[in-house]
């Protein structure tokens, strides 16, 4: 992903600075800074430094291609041309650092040549097939005629604006050293008309002003094409990246399965199991004690009733946790109705949905609204809570209120952190909206999949 810097002139400042840069408020506006400003004279060097850089990489990559190209009646031109590539690859991570250095453009390294084995041959058909030595090569090709045109512009308009503001400082040294009365605007055989009384100085300068003024913005404007250019040829494809996040996300499933297994497993263990055990021995005991005293084998079986009992609740409570009955056979609405009757505040439920999601989807909002509702039960204190379900085009939203005290914050590794990570594995977003003081409003969005029918 890339990124540029996060202010600049017109863009806005960032959250809670209120147009502070480095914790100095600047007295004077955008417009008028940007000539002097680091960021532009950054961005100037690398408009200059553009030129000489792609005239360099652009006779490398077409000398090399076309001797490869040339050479491919024998067997030199395969690996001539996998050295074309693979030197556009390191020309490309130079221009990547130097996009980093002055336009402040963070640009992910591209994905890594694939060899399924080792050996000279092996590092050449990687180097060939890889949509990055390509995309590298393309940049080497097109940044050329750029290059030269945004240099040509930056080198007439930085110097002609700076050179008009200034003209009352140095006219003088025309009708002293140059023989003519000012600067000529004008002049053929007959007629000639010199800038040098001082309202035209003073119009010349002001004219001066205004290109200079616009000169940033127009540097600003070529360098948005490198941004594009360098982020797109020079960066990781979509594929890639999509790939990336999608192994990223594997983890996440993978971990999170492992983790409600462990739960399980603890739970069974910890709970309904111990229970049972005891279970057995009680009813083992009263089996023992049923012709000796009958009165305390009944108390005891009894008790291992009760027993039972129990377990049998906390087995519910188990499976409830993993899958609830209600969900699969009523759908969201009751589900939600149903754990929002055990949360310690009252809570109004609205489900606006004209069909069931897909299972899958079905169940990650109902343990998203249940975390949630778990959190306002025992961190919140809160007096009431609300929960929304809607659709919106192809996604499914949740949003979950409460007035409690707030503070909720996803960012420090809490439960609702999880619950972030979880969302995300299956391209859902989570967004939490909770001020010192509340109120607290959570909104969570997952992609929509209708349940297929059979």
Not at 153 to 173: D, E, N
Not at 417 to 432: C, H, P, S, Y
Request: with cysteine.
């Amino acid at each position: 992903m890339a990124t540029e810097y996060g202010q600049g002139y017109g863009l806005p400042a960032e959250p809670g600075h209120s147009g502070y840069a480095g914790g100095r408020r600047h007295r004077l506006p955008a417009a008028l800074r940007a000539p002097v400003e680091g960021r532009t004279w950054r961005e100037l060097g690398y408009v200059l430094l553009s030129l000489p850089i792609s005239i360099l990489l652009f006779t490398y990559a077409i000398t090399m291609v076309s001797l490869g190209a040339g050479l491919l009646v024998t067997f030199l031109g395969v690996p001539v041309l996998a050295a074309a590539l693979a030197g556009c690859r390191g020309f490309g991570a130079v221009e990547r650092a130097r996009a980093r250095g002055l336009l402040g453009l963070e640009v992910a390294e591209p994905e890594p040549l694939r060899m399924r084995r080792r050996g000279f041959m092996a590092w050449i058909g990687a180097v060939l097939k890889s949509g990055t030595s390509w995309r590298a090569l393309l940049y080497a090709v097109l940044q050329l005629p750029w290059a030269v045109l945004s240099f040509s512009v930056s080198a007439v308009v930085w110097p002609m604006g700076w050179s008009l503001l200034t003209y009352p400082l140095w006219f003088w040294a025309l009708p002293a050293y140059g023989d003519q009365p000012g600067m000529q605007l004008y002049g053929d055989e007959h007629h000639r008309i010199y800038l040098d009384n001082p309202f035209e100085i003073a119009v010349t300068s002001g004219v001066g002003l205004l290109f200079t003024l616009a000169t940033p913005w127009i540097v600003r404007a070529l360098t948005m094409v490198d941004r594009v250019m360098v982020h797109g040829l020079l960066g990781p494809s979509r594929l890639a990246t999509r790939v990336v996040e999608l192994e990223s996300d594997r983890g996440v499933v993978v971990d999170t399965a492992a983790a409600d297994l462990r739960r399980i497993e603890r739970d069974l263990h910890d709970g309904a199991q111990a229970r049972l055990v005891a279970l057995a021995m009680d009813l083992g005991l009263a089996k023992e004690k049923l012709r000796e005293d009958p009165q305390v084998a009944a108390r005891m079986v009894d008790e291992a009733h009760g027993e039972v009992k129990t377990a049998l609740q906390e087995l519910r409570d188990l499976a409830r946790g993993i899958h609830p009955a209600v969900l699969t056979d009523r759908g969201l609405d009751a589900a939600l109705s149903s754990v929002a009757s055990r949360c310690t505040v009252p809570v109004q439920v609205e489900v606006d949905l004209t069909e069931r999601p897909a299972p899958a989807i079905e169940g990650i909002a109902y343990f998203t609204v249940s975390e949630l509702l778990q959190n306002i039960s025992k961190h919140s204190r809160a007096t009431w809570a609300a929960v929304e379900v809607w659709r919106t085009e192809n996604r499914l939203m949740l949003q979950v209120v409460d007035n409690g005290v707030g503070g909720a914050d996803v960012s420090e590794g809490s439960g609702l952190a999880g619950l972030a990570e979880r969302l995300d594995a299956v391209d859902g977003i989570l967004v939490v909206d909770s001020p010192a003081g509340g109120p607290t409003r959570v909104t969570a969005e997952l992609p929509w999949r209708a349940q297929r029918t059979r």
